[in-house]
Structure formats: structure tokens, C-alpha cells
């Protein structure tokens, strides 16, 4: 046996493998309603890995921006939602219903029974009128099937004035417009425009294309309340239209509908609805499972049940958002990739990105280029954007961090010159009035005092962000032979230093990131506090001084040094973990540190810097067993668009990036045995001898056979393949005792 | 007789008069190509004032911004232009051509012959097709009616992937795509989506919706260059699209078609196209003149022909932009009007803008309460816009002066704290990366130095500029009653003096607007000219020192001073308009005045504030006589959204405005009698006795039967209406010798 032999040998049967792989059902493992209450507003609807059709149910208020809520009645099924996202809801499109009985133009919502989620599926009854619903959806479009009872008084009501909403008196969706056509007794079309939502984004226009396997025994249009039987179509005049098809109905009798959606117009909406092969709804949703199936598979765990529907149904939240939206930008012709749903890069930059830079580089760097694509059209990267329209900022310009992590990574085909232009500007020009919609607020002050006075909105959370931005210049720059562009930023990579307080003293510790105002004095004690949080526009946004404390994720050792040296620093960190703080909201939180907002993501791994992985892995798995769960309710707050579900997902497998540079902290594999198959064929195994959850400790180290000694791995060292096998124990070990830097 | 009938008779009387005037036809006065050859730019086809529809040939390159050109074959007929515009086209949307034989969609252009325009009516014969052609237009519709030879091949062709580009680098308009649905052998629809275009605006869309009066033979569509024969639809990929209806015609043979144009969507284009009521194409090309003359009536001049041609056309001129959308807005539900093509109010705020507030303040009413609704709902007013995008901004925030003129000439129905709000806002607020999308650039500079430096682009204009913007505050600021804004802003508007530097001598005076640096120096005299003139991103836009040097028009008793006094000034002025500038581009200018752009529009009249009316007069009759005439040249450069146009109306009724202020200074009535009919039912006469050629020079003037002794008017003297009469002659006299201020 030659070698060449042996060496088609081994790739026959890593095919085989990597087959074997691809045909695991993990559905099973999928609960769509996993993170839907107790703040984690996921979507439980249908959809594909990044689909732009996202299906399912407007509830009660229509205030929840997951369009599904828990109470209140079912006004209908409409097409485009986000999940995992807080603030003022943005979409929930182009409204389905299959109602009996006169129509309720006010009131048509029923309430629910037997509702049931999974991969691919969603279904509902409706007690009002006695229908059953299935939804399933593929990339671009939605199948309903919809089951009547008997009668000559079977309806499916389509409203494109129908739109989530919010109490507040912000980030209000509005209605725009809408037209809605009758093209024949099976076909309909139409548009909803809307502006407005969290991102208090521009109008956007969600056309529709829709054709049921039923004639329609009668027809007929509204416009602003008033029915018109016969009417085949409304233009826009501002009011709100829709329409109805008429159904004489046997028992039981099930009408389907394909639904096409598109960004462009009617025409292509009619083409995304052919995407549509098949009229037996199950071949639509096994397609839409299968689509999962083959993304979810990329990860094989070996574990307990619950653990794992745990763990793929969090990975099932990371490909939720962004949305790819290719083919269907409005707002230029171009022939790269475009995505759109970021809510917001500020969440999805710590975790969500690094996964998919292991899982679906390929998708990452689609990702990317579509950003650059909305830099060069629009003159800024986006932070977030949805509805094809950027905002809102929340503290730096975290795509700065995404390219370093690109780069460090060696991520190809992406123009990283371009991309450091983009940075550069990022940096450098103040973007203007609305300093919540692109770029960096405040930089007048921070580019000439070292800091964003209180003078500027979200002052602190800037201060601390742009430095962690500043270092991915630096790390772009000097990639690209740019020294003087490195030099300058890595100078100012230190400005977080400039609002470390030395004076201020919180449970026994000195020094704290502290407001500064504009003539460089620091605002009194009696006017702040280091548990003071907030949102825009307040000094710290989800965030507060003792936990911003610690995000000096590019300059660990300098913060190390201001907080006391290594032992100081511990002690610091111990008690950020464990304080009981009188009268704090505990939900969300473990001691001080809160898992549900992204600012403190990183803070276990901090551990890690100063040798101590035993502590992160304390941290970091009672923070696993305590604040996530397979209920409903099971996310710790927003999963921000995927953020809490990666996080999850990482340290369920046993480390955790420092987005925007070539390092994994080391935590503690959660399951005994976990395989990644990377794109290209190469899998990185992840082993954990006897771990279980007593034996969370890890007790020695092995890459690839040799020792690992050191509390992290690099990029390479999961993308060339092999094997990380740790040996698990319940006692805190030795291992990794050294510090990092 | 008691006074109540009497007042009755002079009611009825007043009645009759205006009706009288309404029923004069002045389309023998409307020639549409005066001023569309030497640079003016003007739009020759088919429009009803303000109207949204547009319906002209785009000829050649299909690079001038009017769609026509002299040159070159005609591509089609397309729906969407601007009038008076230069830089980078925008517009020329949904093309229609009638044609014979095969479609050769890389050229389908033809040679033209028999062209012609006239009030509502374009015509021309094209000669590859032995076709004819006229066209009309209603607010959002056309007519276009089609005469065909006999054969089999006559077809009409409906290209939505053509728009009008530009040679440049920058501006340029950019296909991002295109539907088309053939409804029936009569109908069809689709639309075309573009950006860019001189603004760089963001994508807009022309839906359109066409009925044909001729059942088609045969019909097709086309994508990416590829026909195909009897294909109903193509949806949008980004590739260009179009189709075509084939006749079997006679000779001679005439089909119509009604276009509607939305920018909403399909369905309102074919209620748009429902204004048309009528399928007798002189019907609706008569509704087109009526509209027009019912407006052109509220002046009636009596003088020669020529004159009247020239006068008449102008005023014809001045009403085709801004375009009144309201209801066709996609960005946002309003009850407010909202009017588009605002090209750009830096031009139009001087002398359009005042025009509509003695002639149509209802008008002018209506585009500021646009104006504010687009601050509300963007963050910023625009000082120019299209496609639904501002941008670019030339100079100052102009929408300031336009809220400030209103505000001293007592329209109501603004909402003039918001305004004052949003012209804060212009103050106060830098806009962002890009300055010359809205806002006033360069303001960290201005709002602290008390210029703005050579480190920002336009930093010469803007200084120039910003302290008229600044003094409209003070103007509206002082009305509400906020002294503390109307102080401070006071002193930023004495601003434009940090820029005169008292050393820098030309042609014998000396003091001159000069650039200055950051560092607070004047650049060299070898760095820069008194001469030197620019656009984008130069230090002076459309001007240069010696010109710009006289723009302190809220500031002139300053002004006179630096010059050196009152005769030194005039002395100064004389220079400016008869200097014969060696290798100067003599075209537009007398002497170093340049009447083809804006920033000079006042000069002449600063004359009469240092008591010198006849120099006014001889040099603004010298412009009107030299630089415009009744040909196709006939318009000194640029008409810019009708600027020039207003120019010329405004002095050859006697008096020009000084916008922001409540002045109208008084320059030399060409007409011997001119009457304005005034919205409400009053009249305001100006009375020239012996007024001609010779007899420029104002010996005295009455207003209402007293002495006027002053070299101008208020705006409430002509809104009272009354009689304003002059006594003309041909040699200066000493009326109105005393100073202004």
C-alpha cells in the first residue's frame, strides 16, 4: 500500500465521517421556545440559519419585538421579526389569518391553544375560530397551511397595516404605507412601509407575494376600517389596506398559502415564493430543518440530553441574526454579500462572530464584506441596523474589532485596506447630530483631552469602548505595514486609563473608572456612584464603574497594575463574583457581576491573565448551571441577538475569545467529548476525561498530544485540527498557574 | 347708493378684472427652449407648475441634467427631470420610445427633425423610425401620443433601465434595479430604482403605471439585453429591464398612452394616471396650459413683445421646481405638504423663494411647512435635495433666511419656533462626515474662532455665509421674543468681518475677504488670488474674493466702512461691474461681476444703499440687455432651479428683494405698466411713465399717490396693494440720493 493510497484512504473515510455527521437529526435538541420569556425574547416562529423570512405569531400588544409573547391573543402570523432583541420592536410585516366568520377590522385576534415549536415548525390553534395553523418558512418565504372548520365563511385575512409596536415614546415603529393587489383567486400581492423601531430607522418596504392551492370562493380589499367585498385593489394613500379571501369549507379542510418576501418588489416576491417547490408542507419544513440540521451538526457533543438541547438550541440562536439579505438590497447594486439585522455588532462581537469565525468562516467573512459594502455606499460602517438603515451606537464602533479578529485570524477575502480606511474614519470624523446612529460620538473630545467629557452622552461607556476600537487599529494597521498608524493608536488604545479614578473606594477596593468632566475634573462622589447603570444617554450604557472596572480586554497588565497587582486584582475579581449587594437586582446577577449585558463578558477570563483558570471555571459553570436552563425563561436576560447563546456556546465547550485578538481563554469543558468539523474537513476535538459537573476543574492539558501548560489556545490551533484533551477533577489544580501576559 | 352696495360694485368689479385677467392666454409668450443651449439648462418639455411629472427627450449622452440636448440623437421620452440644473444628472426615469422594426436595445436611438416646444406641448418627428411624437403632462401623469407609419412593426418601447448619467467621477446616478409587468394588451407597470446624481442621494424609485388607448398586437419584455417574445414579467436582479408593445398600424396611425408616476408604489401610479381623464391629447395638453396661465396671469405687463416673451418665460421658469410630492412621500406619513427638487435653496432663497411670497404665499407656505416636516422627521432641514435625499449643501443653511423672510413678511401657518429650533440646530450642531449632505460644516471652527479655517473645505463661503444664516436668527429669535439668542447670534453674524484682511490691494482697493489658516494667519498672497474662484471643495464656491468681498447684506453700513467710506464703496462697486479683466471669461460677467451665479445676485442693488439708485439702474438694464435674450442662449449661465429667471423678473418689475429682510430695493421698471395680482384679491401696480430702453433712470416715484423719496419698498406695500409709479428719463437724476442705513 502506497501512500497516496493510504492518504485517499483517510480522506474516504473522514468523508464518511463527515457524512455520518451530516446525517444526525438534532431536531430533537431544538426548542424553539427556549428563551422566549423571562427576557430572552427569542423568536419561537420559523426560520433558516440567517434566513430573511422569519414566521410567526403577533401577540397581545404586539409590543414584543420576537413578535410572540406569552399573553394576549394571536392577531395573526406575519414575516419578518428579530429575536433575542429589547427596545422599541421593529417589524412583525405582512400579517396572515385564517379567521371565520365577519371580519373584526378592530379586533380580529383570537386566543390561543395547543401552541408547539420546533425545528422548523410552528403551530397554533386558534380558539376564536376554531382554525389550526402550521408555519414553516425557507430562506426568502413562508408556507402557512391553515386547517377550517366546515363552512362558506372561511377567511384568510391579509393586513399590511399590521406592525409590532411599543409603549415608549422612542423607537416607535410608524406606518408609512401600503398597497395591496388581487391578482386572481389564488394570488395576491402587495407592500407594508414602515419606519421607525429601535434603530428609529428610515422607511423600509417588506413587499409580498402570495399563492394559495385554493381558489378563493370570493374576495375583497379594506382600506382605513372600511371593507369593500369585490375590490381587487387599494392604492396608497396612507391608510392602512389588506385583504381577504373567501373559503366554502368541508371539516378539517386545509387551505395553503406560499408567501414570497422580498426587499426589491412584487415581481421578485413572486420569485422568492417559488423557492417554494412542494405544496406537502412537511417537504417545506424538513427543507427548513435540514438547512439547520447540516449548520447544527457542525458541532458533535457527547453529553446528557438536557445539556445538549441546551447547547443546539443556543447554537440554533447564534444563526438566527444577522439576516442575509443578498439580492435584495434596495439601496445599491452591488456584488457583494449584504446582511442587515445587526442588533448590534456591541452584543455580537464579543461571541456570536468569533463563533462563526470557527464554525462558518465563509459566512463571516460574507458578513464582512457586507459591512465594507455599507461603509463604501454609506460612509460608515454600521454598529447596528435593521430595516436597511443603521443605529444605534451603543458605545464604540465595534466592526473596528470584528476586522482585527478577521485579521488576526486570517480570514481571506476580505479588503482589509479598505477596511482600516473605514476604521480610520470611524475614529476620526464626529458623525454628526444623530450620535446614535453611526461612528463614534464625542471624539472631539476624546481625540484631543484622552477622553469623552460628561459633556456627551454615554461619556463612560465611550471612554472605555473606543480604546478596545483604537487597538484594532493597531492591530489592522501593523498587520498592513503601517507603523505610524499603529503608533498613534496604540497610544491612545490607553485613553481608558484616563478615567481610572484612583480615589474612588468601593468594598475595600480604590480605584475606579469614574465620570470626568469637560475641564478635567472628576464628578463628585454625591453625584455618581460605582453601581450607577444606564442606557442611552446616560455616563455608562448597561454598564456601571465596577464592572467597566475591568474592560481593559487589550491592556490586561496595565489594569492589573491600577487595581494593586496580581493579588489585589484576584481579590477584585472575587468579589465582583460573589458580593452580596443589599437591595440589587439578583436575576441576572451573580455578586455584582451582571451575565445579561455584554460589558462584563469577558470579566471571568480575566481570571485566566493572572493564573488562576481555576477561578473561571468556578465562575464561569456556576454561572452555566445557574442562570441558563432548558425552560422557557432559560436565557439570563436579551440574548442579543445570539450574544448570551454564544456565550453559552463557548463555554460549553471549554473556552472563550478575546474578540480582536489571536487568544481562547481556557474555562472548562463542559461536555466529555466535543468535536468541531471545520470547513474544509478538519475537525477539532475537544476532550474532557471525567468531566461531569462536580469535575469542572481542569487538572492537566494536552494539545495535540503535547502538554498545554498555558490557559489559552490560539486560532490555528482549532483550525489545523486536533485533539485539546483535558483531564477533569473536583479540586481547583495547578495547572495553568502562570499569568498570561 | 349706500356704502355696502357700493362696496359690492367694487367686489363684483375686482371680479371682473381678475376674471378678465385669468382668461387671458399668454402661451404665445412661452417659448420652453429659451435657455436650454449656453449652460441654461432649462428642462424644454412637457410640466404643469411644481408639478412631479417632468415628461421630456433624453437626448444624446443622456448627460445633461434636462433630459434635451441639442446634440445627439433621442433615446426616448422619460418622466422625471430637473430644470436649470448642473453637475451630475439626476433623473430621466421610465423611458418610453415608439419605434419600428426590431428593438437593438444597445442603440435604439434616433436622429430628430421638426422639434418643438410650446405652453404643455413637446413635439418632435423621429426620423429612424419615420415615428412622431407629443407629449403632455398633468401634476403625476403624462400623455404621450405615438404616430406611427403602417406596418406590422411598430412598436413602443418601455426601457426602465435607462436614467440620465454624467461623465464625472462623482454624482453619478447608479442603476440599482427594475420590475415590469405587462397587465394586459393595454396595460403595464414596473418600476426603476436609482442613487446618486448630483446630491449622492440614497436610492429612490419611479413606479410607474401605463394605459394604452390601441390594444397591443404582441408584447415582450427584455432583461440584461436578452428579449423575450411574450414574457409577461421580469422581476428584479439587479439587471436592467424593459418592454415593448408591438401594432399592426396604419399610416399615420395614433396611439395614446397615460402614464402615471408614483414614488409610492403601482397601484398609485395608476390612480396618478387617472388624473388624466381624457383620451383627446389636446385636452390635456390644454388642462397643462390653463394651469399655467392661471398662474402666469397673476402678473400682467404691458410692454413689447420680446419682452414680454422673456418676462413671461422667466416667471414660466421660476415655478417648474421645488416638485410638490405631498402624497407621494415614502419616507414618511404627514399631514403636512411635501415638496421634492429643491436644486438648490442657496440658489432659489435670494429671488425664486420671495417671487412665491408676493405671488403664491400659499405656496411658499406650503414648501416651508415641507421644509419643517423634513427637519422633523431627518434632523436636519436640507438646503438642497432630490430623490427624497438632501444634499449638497453649497454654502450657508439657507432654509434659515427662507424661515427669516417669511418670518418679516408675515406668513402665517408656520410653526416658527420649530423653525428657530432647527435653525439652532444648523448653528449649533456639526452634521457628520459628510458636510455636504446638511448643516453647516466646519462650525467647531465658527462657532469658536469666529471663522471657519482653511482646514475645512468652502471655508471662504462658509464664513461669508453663515452670518446671514446667523442674522436670519437674530431676525426670528427677536420676533419670539428670546432677546439672549437674538444677542448672540448678532454677534456671530458681524463673523464674516474675521475674514477681511485690510492688507490685501487690487486694482487700487484695498481689503479684501482672504482665507484664513487654523493658526489664525492669512495665507499668502502667493497661495491665493482675489481672482480665484471654485466648487467643491475650494475655499470660495462659485465666487472669489473680490466678488464675495461685497456679501454682507445684513451688514452693508459695515461694510462701506471697510471699503472707506461711502465713496470709496461706490467707487469700489464701479469697478466690479466695468473692470475689463484681462483672459477673464467675459461670458457671464461685466466686469468682475459674474451674473451666472448667486453669490453676486445683490451687488447691484448695493448701490442704493449708498444713495446711488441710477448706478443701480444702469447696471441692472445693462444685464438685462446684454446677458439675456429671447433665444435658446437666452439665460446667463446656470438658470438654477430658476434663480436667474427670478433675477430677471424681479428687476424687470423695478425692485429686487433682500432676502431675510423686509426690503425690496428699487432698481429700473422695464415695463410701463405691470400689475400683480395678489392671492386674496388685491392688486399692486407699478406704474413706469415713459419707461424704455433710454429711459432707465428713476426722476422721482409715488407709492399710492405720496412722494417716495427712498431707493426701496416693504413688503407690506405691495401686499396692501396700491400704486407704485415712476416717472422715467433718460439721464440720472437725484432721487433717493440719501443713504439707506
Same mark, same amino acid.
Given at each position: 500500500?502506497?501512500?497516496?493510497?493510504?492518504?485517499?484512504?483517510?480522506?474516504?473515510?473522514?468523508?464518511?465521517?463527515?457524512?455520518?455527521?451530516?446525517?444526525?437529526?438534532?431536531?430533537?435538541?431544538?426548542?424553539?421556545?427556549?428563551?422566549?420569556?423571562?427576557?430572552?425574547?427569542?423568536?419561537?416562529?420559523?426560520?433558516?440559519?440567517?434566513?430573511?423570512?422569519?414566521?410567526?405569531?403577533?401577540?397581545?400588544?404586539?409590543?414584543?419585538?420576537?413578535?410572540?409573547?406569552?399573553?394576549?391573543?394571536?392577531?395573526?402570523?406575519?414575516?419578518?421579526?428579530?429575536?433575542?432583541?429589547?427596545?422599541?420592536?421593529?417589524?412583525?410585516?405582512?400579517?396572515?389569518?385564517?379567521?371565520?366568520?365577519?371580519?373584526?377590522?378592530?379586533?380580529?385576534?383570537?386566543?390561543?391553544?395547543?401552541?408547539?415549536?420546533?425545528?422548523?415548525?410552528?403551530?397554533?390553534?386558534?380558539?376564536?375560530?376554531?382554525?389550526?395553523?402550521?408555519?414553516?418558512?425557507?430562506?426568502?418565504?413562508?408556507?402557512?397551511?391553515?386547517?377550517?372548520?366546515?363552512?362558506?365563511?372561511?377567511?384568510?385575512?391579509?393586513?399590511?397595516?399590521?406592525?409590532?409596536?411599543?409603549?415608549?415614546?422612542?423607537?416607535?415603529?410608524?406606518?408609512?404605507?401600503?398597497?395591496?393587489?388581487?391578482?386572481?383567486?389564488?394570488?395576491?400581492?402587495?407592500?407594508?412601509?414602515?419606519?421607525?423601531?429601535?434603530?428609529?430607522?428610515?422607511?423600509?418596504?417588506?413587499?409580498?407575494?402570495?399563492?394559495?392551492?385554493?381558489?378563493?370562493?370570493?374576495?375583497?380589499?379594506?382600506?382605513?376600517?372600511?371593507?369593500?367585498?369585490?375590490?381587487?385593489?387599494?392604492?396608497?394613500?396612507?391608510?392602512?389596506?389588506?385583504?381577504?379571501?373567501?373559503?366554502?369549507?368541508?371539516?378539517?379542510?386545509?387551505?395553503?398559502?406560499?408567501?414570497?418576501?422580498?426587499?426589491?418588489?412584487?415581481?421578485?416576491?413572486?420569485?422568492?415564493?417559488?423557492?417554494?417547490?412542494?405544496?406537502?408542507?412537511?417537504?417545506?419544513?424538513?427543507?427548513?430543518?435540514?438547512?439547520?440540521?447540516?449548520?447544527?451538526?457542525?458541532?458533535?457533543?457527547?453529553?446528557?440530553?438536557?445539556?445538549?438541547?441546551?447547547?443546539?438550541?443556543?447554537?440554533?440562536?447564534?444563526?438566527?441574526?444577522?439576516?442575509?439579505?443578498?439580492?435584495?438590497?434596495?439601496?445599491?447594486?452591488?456584488?457583494?454579500?449584504?446582511?442587515?439585522?445587526?442588533?448590534?455588532?456591541?452584543?455580537?462581537?464579543?461571541?456570536?462572530?468569533?463563533?462563526?469565525?470557527?464554525?462558518?468562516?465563509?459566512?463571516?467573512?460574507?458578513?464582512?464584506?457586507?459591512?465594507?459594502?455599507?461603509?463604501?455606499?454609506?460612509?460608515?460602517?454600521?454598529?447596528?441596523?435593521?430595516?436597511?438603515?443603521?443605529?444605534?451606537?451603543?458605545?464604540?464602533?465595534?466592526?473596528?474589532?470584528?476586522?482585527?479578529?478577521?485579521?488576526?485570524?486570517?480570514?481571506?477575502?476580505?479588503?482589509?485596506?479598505?477596511?482600516?480606511?473605514?476604521?480610520?474614519?470611524?475614529?476620526?470624523?464626529?458623525?454628526?447630530?444623530?450620535?446614535?446612529?453611526?461612528?463614534?460620538?464625542?471624539?472631539?473630545?476624546?481625540?484631543?483631552?484622552?477622553?469623552?467629557?460628561?459633556?456627551?452622552?454615554?461619556?463612560?461607556?465611550?471612554?472605555?469602548?473606543?480604546?478596545?476600537?483604537?487597538?484594532?487599529?493597531?492591530?489592522?494597521?501593523?498587520?498592513?505595514?503601517?507603523?505610524?498608524?499603529?503608533?498613534?493608536?496604540?497610544?491612545?488604545?490607553?485613553?481608558?486609563?484616563?478615567?481610572?479614578?484612583?480615589?474612588?473606594? $468601593? /468594598? =475595600? +477596593?480604590?480605584?475606579?473608572?469614574?465620570?470626568?468632566?469637560?475641564?478635567? !475634573?472628576?464628578?463628585?462622589?454625591? %453625584?455618581?456612584?460605582?453601581?450607577?447603570?444606564?442606557?442611552?444617554?446616560?455616563?455608562?450604557?448597561?454598564?456601571?464603574?465596577?464592572?467597566?472596572?475591568?474592560?481593559?480586554?487589550?491592556?490586561?497588565?496595565?489594569?492589573?497594575?491600577?487595581?494593586?497587582?496580581?493579588?489585589?486584582?484576584?481579590?477584585?475579581?472575587?468579589?465582583?463574583?460573589?458580593?452580596?449587594?443589599?437591595?440589587?437586582?439578583?436575576?441576572?446577577?451573580?455578586?455584582?457581576?451582571?451575565?445579561?449585558?455584554?460589558?462584563?463578558?469577558?470579566?471571568?477570563?480575566?481570571?485566566?491573565?493572572?493564573?488562576?483558570?481555576?477561578?473561571?471555571?468556578?465562575?464561569?459553570?456556576?454561572?452555566?448551571?445557574?442562570?441558563?436552563?432548558?425552560?422557557?425563561?432559560?436565557?439570563?436576560?436579551?440574548?442579543?441577538?445570539?450574544?448570551?447563546?454564544?456565550?453559552?456556546?463557548?463555554? $460549553? /465547550? =471549554? +473556552?472563550?475569545?478575546?474578540?480582536?485578538?489571536?487568544?481562547?481563554?481556557? !474555562?472548562?469543558?463542559?461536555?466529555? %467529548?466535543?468535536?468541531?468539523?471545520?470547513?474544509?474537513?478538519?475537525?477539532?476535538?475537544?476532550?474532557?476525561?471525567?468531566?461531569?459537573?462536580?469535575?469542572?476543574?481542569?487538572?492537566?492539558?494536552?494539545?495535540?498530544?503535547?502538554?498545554?501548560?498555558?490557559?489559552?489556545?490560539?486560532?490555528?490551533?482549532?483550525?489545523?485540527?486536533?485533539?485539546?484533551?483535558?483531564?477533569?477533577?473536583?479540586?481547583?489544580?495547578?495547572?495553568?498557574?502562570?499569568?498570561?501576559?
Amino acid at each position: 500500500m502506497n501512500i497516496i493510497l493510504k492518504t485517499c484512504q483517510i480522506s474516504v473515510l473522514m468523508l464518511l465521517v463527515t457524512m455520518l455527521h451530516a446525517q444526525t437529526d438534532l431536531s430533537r435538541y431544538i426548542d424553539p421556545f427556549i428563551g422566549t420569556e423571562g427576557g430572552g425574547n427569542i423568536f419561537p416562529g420559523a426560520c433558516v440559519p440567517l434566513g430573511m423570512v422569519k414566521v410567526g405569531p403577533d401577540c397581545g400588544q404586539k409590543d414584543r419585538n420576537a413578535g410572540w409573547g406569552n399573553a394576549g391573543n394571536i392577531h395573526g402570523f406575519s414575516h419578518v421579526h428579530g429575536s433575542g432583541l429589547g427596545g422599541g420592536s421593529k417589524y412583525g410585516n405582512v400579517l396572515f389569518a385564517p379567521i371565520v366568520g365577519n371580519i373584526q377590522l378592530q379586533d380580529y385576534s383570537s386566543p390561543r391553544r395547543n401552541e408547539k415549536a420546533s425545528l422548523g415548525l410552528y403551530e397554533v390553534e386558534l380558539e376564536r375560530y376554531r382554525t389550526s395553523v402550521r408555519l414553516t418558512a425557507l430562506s426568502k418565504s413562508a408556507m402557512h397551511e391553515y386547517t377550517f372548520p366546515a363552512g362558506n365563511e372561511s377567511k384568510i385575512m391579509v393586513d399590511l397595516g399590521s406592525f409590532l409596536i411599543t409603549s415608549m415614546n422612542i423607537e416607535k415603529q410608524a406606518f408609512v404605507g401600503s398597497e395591496v393587489r388581487i391578482l386572481s383567486d389564488t394570488e395576491i400581492e402587495g407592500y407594508t412601509r414602515v419606519r421607525g423601531g429601535w434603530n428609529e430607522g428610515d422607511a423600509y418596504t417588506v413587499y409580498f407575494h402570495a399563492v394559495f392551492d385554493t381558489p378563493a370562493a370570493d374576495f375583497g380589499t379594506w382600506k382605513g376600517g372600511k371593507i369593500m367585498t369585490g375590490v381587487k385593489e387599494q392604492f396608497d394613500s396612507g391608510e392602512k389596506t389588506g385583504a381577504y379571501f373567501s373559503y366554502n369549507t368541508s371539516e378539517n379542510q386545509k387551505i395553503k398559502v406560499k408567501v414570497g418576501i422580498s426587499y426589491l418588489g412584487t415581481v421578485k416576491a413572486k420569485v422568492n415564493a417559488g423557492e417554494i417547490k412542494s405544496w406537502n408542507f412537511d417537504d417545506v419544513r424538513k427543507e427548513c430543518a435540514d438547512t439547520w440540521n447540516k449548520l447544527l451538526n457542525k458541532i458533535q457533543v457527547q453529553g446528557d440530553e438536557v445539556k445538549k438541547k441546551m447547547f443546539y438550541t443556543a447554537l440554533y440562536h447564534c444563526y438566527m441574526q444577522p439576516t442575509d439579505k443578498t439580492g435584495e438590497n434596495s439601496k445599491w447594486l452591488s456584488d457583494q454579500p449584504y446582511y442587515d439585522d445587526f442588533f448590534a455588532i456591541w452584543d455580537t462581537f464579543r461571541a456570536t462572530h468569533p463563533l462563526y469565525t470557527i464554525l462558518t468562516p465563509s459566512v463571516q467573512v460574507r458578513v464582512l464584506q457586507s459591512l465594507l459594502d455599507i461603509y463604501k455606499h454609506e460612509g460608515y460602517m454600521p454598529d447596528a441596523r435593521s430595516g436597511d438603515d443603521s443605529g444605534r451606537v451603543q458605545g464604540g464602533t465595534n466592526c473596528d474589532i470584528l476586522f482585527a479578529d478577521a485579521f488576526v485570524k486570517n480570514l481571506e477575502g476580505i479588503d482589509y485596506e479598505l477596511a482600516l480606511e473605514s476604521m480610520l474614519k470611524n475614529a476620526e470624523v464626529p458623525p454628526g447630530g444623530n450620535e446614535q446612529k453611526v461612528g463614534r460620538g464625542g471624539i472631539p473630545d476624546y481625540n484631543t483631552k484622552g477622553y469623552v467629557s460628561t459633556k456627551y452622552e454615554r461619556s463612560g461607556s465611550r471612554t472605555m469602548e473606543y480604546p478596545n476600537c483604537d487597538y484594532a487599529i493597531v492591530t489592522v494597521a501593523s498587520g498592513l505595514n503601517k507603523p505610524d498608524i499603529a503608533e498613534k493608536y496604540l497610544k491612545r488604545s490607553k485613553n481608558w486609563q484616563n478615567l481610572w479614578n484612583p480615589n474612588i473606594e $468601593s /468594598l =475595600g +477596593f480604590k480605584g475606579f473608572i469614574w465620570p470626568r468632566r469637560e475641564d478635567g !475634573s472628576w464628578l463628585n462622589e454625591s %453625584e455618581f456612584s460605582v453601581f450607577k447603570s444606564g442606557t442611552w444617554p446616560d455616563v455608562f450604557y448597561e454598564t456601571y464603574p465596577w464592572e467597566i472596572s475591568f474592560y481593559a480586554l487589550h491592556d490586561v497588565p496595565k489594569l492589573v497594575e491600577l487595581c494593586g497587582g496580581k493579588d489585589r486584582f484576584i481579590e477584585r475579581l472575587n468579589t465582583f463574583f460573589s458580593y452580596e449587594h443589599e437591595g440589587w437586582n439578583q436575576k441576572n446577577f451573580m455578586g455584582l457581576y451582571q451575565i445579561s449585558n455584554e460589558p462584563g463578558f469577558f470579566v471571568p477570563c480575566l481570571y485566566n491573565y493572572v493564573g488562576r483558570p481555576d477561578k473561571t471555571a468556578e465562575v464561569v459553570r456556576r454561572l452555566l448551571r445557574e442562570k441558563f436552563n432548558d425552560t422557557r425563561s432559560g436565557i439570563p436576560g436579551n440574548d442579543d441577538s445570539g450574544s448570551m447563546s454564544a456565550w453559552y456556546v463557548f463555554h $460549553s /465547550l =471549554g +473556552f472563550f475569545p478575546n474578540a480582536g485578538q489571536d487568544i481562547y481563554l481556557i !474555562s472548562s469543558p463542559v461536555f466529555e %467529548e466535543a468535536t468541531l468539523l471545520l470547513e474544509g474537513g478538519k475537525k477539532f476535538v475537544v476532550k474532557a476525561k471525567n468531566a461531569n459537573e462536580q469535575n469542572i476543574y481542569i487538572q492537566s492539558a494536552k494539545l495535540n498530544g503535547k502538554a498545554l501548560n498555558e490557559g489559552f489556545i490560539r486560532h490555528q490551533d482549532i483550525m489545523n485540527g486536533g485533539v485539546l484533551e483535558f483531564v477533569m477533577g473536583s479540586k481547583p489544580s495547578q495547572w495553568a498557574r502562570s499569568t498570561i501576559y
